[in-house]
């Protein structure tokens, strides 16, 4: 297990400071340890109050750790005074500790002061040295470089001001700028870019307390430091996307909702497998349309095609036997992955659909194993979808959905000129759908 040390303040609501960090770090599957240097009254509306603590609190804190663990990276986030930076630093080069980021937090989003104005040189003569990367956002960048910075061009001279006062890497994150959120990283040579996307969200409490620590954590387990903070974006954006309200103001990022993501991606995946084995035991080549078959399996959270696990290439039949060409993935599938989500707006119960072929005595199996089957034509389809390339399916799903309180466990349709008539069986999971196909089957023999 990497350690990684945040050095920082304490916020009663948890979102940003020494409680962010952590669970950052705790995400990735490390061990942060912490040195409080001031505790803060606040909530997701604003700080109240600061309690700076004595220095020698501090002093006797960063000995504990320092003397005891063996820390594979450091970071520091709020430091309030110039005492209290002149002590970490010292403590730093006796511990000679490695992989230092620096978040040079000043100020609240609330617009409360985090680092005192006398403090500011003390940062830059005594820690920025010490830093393997400092992490300024536009506001910080501009205080530290003595500058306005309003463009990229800005971001680039500030980034070599304040190289120059030490750090081996400038990371200037430009979330402040109008357009798509850029950062940029100078190492003394060259200039690295890093595109984002704009994430629309009041609740970024914390996120560049978050986005430090990842990084930080990337470089406890020997990622390079654009690596790191390549994979450190990745998460904040997924973080913000699934950021919660919490209280009445701005709450913080999700840093643990990128692990729960995997682990959704994995269910569906497995799902889409587990059908898949479960149709292969039981010869269900007789039932492979002309246009051949797809298991589609949606995430917990699917919204999009790419929330949606499927087979690359179909599933194929040999006689009475299928195949696949290789393994599920997310995204695979575009005509399914439509089918799915359609229903889905319906009915968030439902995870899995499969395609089967159409016959009058197979609609005639699926009534007789019970089934709810409802069908739409596409003679009824209007001309708008019929001009536009995979409206159609999503096009007949909402028709049959329109007419129903409860969803059916079959949607089919007859066809059309150069459509294959299609049956199409949902579940609340694809193994779900797949064990309803083998009801069908058993019915038809």
């Not at 954590?217 to 919490?246: P, Q």
Request: glycine content about 8%; proline content about 2%.
């Amino acid at each position: 297990m990497f350690k990684v040390l945040t050095i920082a303040g304490s916020d009663s609501c948890g979102g940003a400071g020494i409680q962010a960090d952590q669970r950052a770090v705790n995400s990735l599957g490390g061990y942060a340890a912490t040195v409080i240097t001031a505790i803060t009254s606040q909530n997701t509306t604003g700080i109240r109050s600061i309690f700076a603590l004595p220095d020698d609190i501090v002093n006797d804190q960063l000995d504990a750790v320092l003397s005891d663990i063996k820390f594979d990276a450091v970071k520091t986030g709020m430091l309030y005074s110039s005492s209290v930076i002149e002590i970490i630093a010292k403590k730093l080069k006796r511990y000679k500790v490695k992989n230092l980021v620096i978040d040079p937090v000043t100020i609240s989003k609330s617009g409360n002061t985090l680092l005192k104005k006398n403090a500011v040189q003390s940062l830059i003569s005594s820690l920025i040295p010490l830093s393997l990367v400092i992490t300024p956002n536009i506001e910080e960048a501009g205080l530290l470089a003595g500058m306005k910075i309003g463009n990229l061009t800005d971001m680039k001279v500030a980034a070599k001001k304040i190289y120059r006062m030490g750090a081996r890497n400038v990371l200037i994150k430009g979330g402040h700028l109008k357009g798509l959120p850029l950062d940029l990283l100078y190492d003394g040579k060259k200039y690295t870019l890093y595109e984002g996307t704009r994430i629309d969200t009041k609740n970024t409490h914390g996120i560049g307390c978050a986005f430090s620590a990842i990084i930080a954590s990337y470089l406890a387990i020997n990622y390079s430091l654009k690596d790191a903070i390549s994979n450190a974006k990745k998460i904040i954006e997924s973080s913000l996307k699934n950021a919660e309200d919490i209280g009445k103001g701005q709450s913080s990022p999700d840093t643990n909702s990128w692990v729960v993501d995997e682990a959704m991606s994995y269910e569906a995946i497995e799902d889409a497998k587990k059908a898949y084995n479960l149709l292969a035991e039981n010869s269900v080549g007789d039932l492979v349309a002309e246009v051949q078959m797809n298991i589609v399996s949606a995430k917990r959270n699917a919204e999009k095609v790419d929330d949606i696990a499927a087979f690359p290439g179909r599933i194929f039949k040999i006689n009475d036997k299928i195949y696949t060409h290789s393994s599920p993935r997310l995204g695979a599938s575009s005509h399914m992955a439509r089918v799915l989500l359609a229903a889905r707006k319906f009915d968030k119960t439902i995870f899995g659909a499969i395609n089967i072929k159409y016959s009058p005595s197979i609609i005639s199996a699926c009534r007789k194993a019970g089934l709810k089957v409802m069908e739409f034509s596409r003679k009824d389809e209007p001309l708008s979808f019929k001009k536009k390339e995979g409206q159609s399916l999503d096009w007949g799903v909402q028709a049959v959905l329109s007419k129903t309180s409860v969803m059916p466990d079959v949607i089919f349709d007859r066809g059309g000129i150069g459509k294959e008539a299609m049956v199409r069986v949902f579940g609340k999971s694809a193994v779900d759908s797949a064990q309803k196909i083998l009801k069908i089957q058993k019915c038809l023999r």
